[in-house]
């Protein structure tokens, strides 16, 4: 009897483990399962942050360095990025069905996305809607993903959507960890992000 209550239990707790797993994910690497749902938790109660660093591009006509500032409020984003590719600097703010595009001695411009914006002024095939989770660690919830965890049960590799994303080094902020250095390959574009400053927050509902 105590055998089968045992069998029933380590069930429950298996399938408990697993519940926050989604048919999207596909899992591997060294990692916990468990362990990665309860991670996953924790950083996506982040809807607030500020993020100060540097970019890296390389693109297949052109490569450059700069400057990444990002602020985030809950839906409301605030990217300002300057010296990628040689174009000064460039301010990306929006929230749903208000985006735009300001550009340095050229002017401010509109669009259904932010990839259509950046992609029609700037040139850069950037997945910014993406980017808004996987700066954190997370794969994008809207389509399926390719994870590989490292030994702590934190995301070493993502493959979404075409893209590759490498996480090189972590970061421990206000008892998060957080990605501090990570690399985007995809779409003839190489991206090297290095967050010198990390600032989360949870505001709430």
């Given at each position: 009897?105590?055998?089968?209550?045992?069998?029933?239990?380590?069930?429950?707790?298996?399938?408990?483990?697993?519940?926050?797993?989604?048919?999207?994910?596909?899992?591997?690497?060294?990692?916990?399962?468990?362990?990665?749902?309860?991670?996953?938790?924790?950083?996506?109660?982040?809807?607030?942050?500020?993020?100060?660093?540097?970019?890296?591009?390389?693109?297949?006509?052109d490569?450059?360095?700069g400057?990444?500032?990002?602020?985030?409020?809950?839906?409301?984003?605030?990217?300002?990025?300057s010296?990628?590719?040689?174009?000064?600097?460039?301010?990306?703010?929006?929230?749903?069905?208000?985006?735009?595009?300001?550009?340095?001695?050229?002017?401010?411009?509109?669009?259904?996305?932010?990839?259509?914006?950046?992609?029609?002024?700037?040139?850069?095939?950037?997945?910014?809607?993406?980017l808004?989770?996987?700066?954190?660690?997370?794969?994008?919830?809207?389509?399926?993903?390719?994870?590989?965890?490292?030994?702590?049960?934190?995301?070493?590799?993502?493959?979404?959507d075409?893209?590759?994303?490498?996480?090189?080094?972590?970061?421990?902020?206000?008892?998060y960890?957080?990605?501090?250095?990570?690399?985007?390959?995809?779409?003839?574009?190489?991206?090297?992000?290095?967050?010198?400053?990390?600032?989360?927050?949870?505001?709430?509902?």
């Amino acid at each position: 009897m105590l055998v089968r209550q045992l069998l029933v239990f380590s069930l429950i707790a298996l399938l408990a483990g697993c519940a926050g797993l989604t048919s999207r994910e596909a899992l591997e690497g060294e990692g916990s399962p468990a362990l990665w749902q309860s991670h996953k938790q924790q950083i996506g109660s982040l809807d607030a942050w500020q993020i100060n660093g540097k970019v890296g591009i390389r693109a297949p006509q052109d490569s450059g360095s700069g400057t990444l500032f990002w602020l985030q409020r809950q839906d409301y984003y605030d990217i300002r990025l300057s010296g990628p590719l040689g174009r000064g600097a460039a301010r990306l703010t929006g929230r749903p069905g208000a985006i735009q595009l300001e550009v340095a001695n050229q002017g401010r411009y509109q669009a259904a996305s932010p990839e259509q914006l950046l992609q029609q002024q700037l040139g850069l095939n950037l997945p910014v809607s993406h980017l808004l989770w996987w700066i954190r660690g997370l794969p994008a919830p809207d389509s399926r993903s390719r994870l590989t965890l490292d030994r702590d049960s934190r995301l070493a590799q993502l493959s979404q959507d075409g893209w590759q994303v490498d996480y090189l080094r972590y970061t421990e902020q206000g008892g998060y960890w957080l990605p501090e250095r990570l690399k985007l390959s995809g779409h003839d574009l190489q991206v090297t992000l290095v967050i010198k400053d990390w600032q989360p927050r949870q505001l709430g509902l």
